[in-house]
Nanobody
Framework: DVQLVESGGGSVQVEGSLRLSCAVSEATVNTFSVVGWFRQAPGKEREGVAIIYTGTGTTDYADSVKGRFTISQDNFANTVYLQMNRLKPEDGAVYYC????????????????????WGQGTQVTVSS
């Protein structure tokens, strides 16, 4: 079945940068209408962070990360990336790569129920 495997998490200081990777297997990135990143911090609900429409490359972001995070795709590498710059302590969370069922176009791209496939998550810790 489809697998999404995240990597690139770690510990970083405030204002630092990290790049997360989501490697797609048993499918291609373009199999899905959208691929996204969600995150969940301790005691908080899981929230959508960034999405990319794989056919057009159109992106969208949560207000909290606009101007700091960039989502991109590499079809050759079959990977979606999340470049995170100027990190803040509140960005610390487990980050998940997500994709919907094949053929499904999410009506609410930041709604977690839209996504069938989830990676195992990668931890990001931001220290001041």
């Amino acid at each position: 079945d489809v697998q999404l495997v995240e990597s690139g998490g770690g510990s970083v200081q405030v204002e630092g940068s990290l790049r997360l990777s989501c490697a797609v297997s048993e499918a291609t990135v373009n199999t899905f209408s959208v691929v996204g990143w969600f995150r969940q911090a301790p005691g908080k609900e899981r929230e959508g962070v960034a999405i990319i429409y794989t056919g057009t490359g159109t992106t969208d972001y949560a207000d909290s990360v606009k101007g700091r995070f960039t989502i991109s795709q590499d079809n050759f590498a079959n990977t979606v990336y999340l470049q995170m710059n100027r990190l803040k302590p509140e960005d610390g969370a487990v980050y998940y790569c997500v994709a919907p069922l094949r053929g499904w176009v999410p009506r609410n791209p930041f709604g977690r129920t839209e996504y069938r496939f989830w990676g195992q998550g990668t931890q990001v810790t931001v220290s001041s």
